[in-house]
């Protein structure tokens, strides 16, 4: 089992719909969880972050978190052409006395105009 | 102003040669990051340093040995280059190590092996 997993996609979604993001991890101990953005050719740009169970919303984005089940994703309303991205899901995990970032594969999303 | 800045943006290179990749970030941060990015797009944690002192250090092969000068600089030489090398090379800062800290990216360094 991967520590961090999400669905590689591609995910599509029609402008104006809501894009929902998911994200599975391994260590029931991990209490940080970060959503980051990333275009093509282009840097990982964080887009948000959450600590706490519940949800956290930011503008058009909300992230999700169920400690329980080991689940975070991100909601997307109002899907925009320029969300189209891979999405990356990060989980802090304790390592050899280190908190290390351990990241997911990404998930492709493709907004259809 | 450039957050983390890396050079060079782009690097072309033989087989065999030896190359660095440098990185400074201007945040003020604590700790900084070496990732590598293959052409599936996992992101791998290389290296991270501390405050000079090197925290995290995974399993990648001798010929890539970080440097950090001081803690707003974080340098990657790499020996006797190979295809395997070829991807992104990515630098990140945090404000220190812990849990809570997000961490900004640079621009990415992208390597081809020839």
């Known amino acids: 089992q991967k520590e961090v997993e999400q669905n590689s996609g591609p995910l599509s979604v029609p402008e104006g719909a809501i894009a929902s993001l998911n994200c599975t991890y391994s260590?029931?101990?991990?209490?940080?969880f970060f959503w980051y953005r990333q275009y093509s050719g282009k840097s990982p740009e964080l887009i948000m972050f959450i600590y706490s169970n519940g949800d956290k919303e930011d503008g058009r984005f909300t992230a999700q978190l169920n400690k329980a089940s080991q689940y975070v994703s991100l909601l997307i309303r109002d899907s925009q052409p320029s969300d189209s991205a891979t999405y990356l899901c990060?989980?802090?995990?304790?390592?050899?006395?280190?908190?290390?970032?351990?990241w997911g594969a990404g998930t492709k999303l493709i907004i259809k105009p | 102003d450039t957050a983390v800045s890396q050079t060079p943006k782009y690097l072309v290179t033989q087989m065999g040669n030896d190359k660095s990749i440098k990185c400074e970030q201007n945040?003020?941060?604590?700790?900084m990051y070496w990732y590598k990015q293959d052409s599936k797009k996992f992101l791998k944690i290389m290296f991270s340093y501390n405050n000079k002192e090197l925290i995290i250090n995974e399993t990648v092969p001798n010929r890539f040995s970080p440097k950090s000068p001081d803690k707003a600089h974080l340098n990657l030489h790499i020996n006797s280059l190979e295809l395997g090398d070829s991807a992104v090379y990515f630098c990140?800062?945090?404000?220190?190590?812990?849990?809570?800290?997000?961490?900004?990216f640079g621009d990415g360094t992208r390597l081809s092996i020839l």
């Open positions: 990060a989980v802090n995990m304790f390592r050899d006395s280190n908190y290390q970032l351990i």
């Open positions: 945040l003020g941060h604590d700790t």
């Open positions: 260590d029931r101990g991990s209490q940080s």
């Open positions: 990140a800062s945090s404000p220190t190590g812990w849990d809570n800290q997000p961490q900004h």
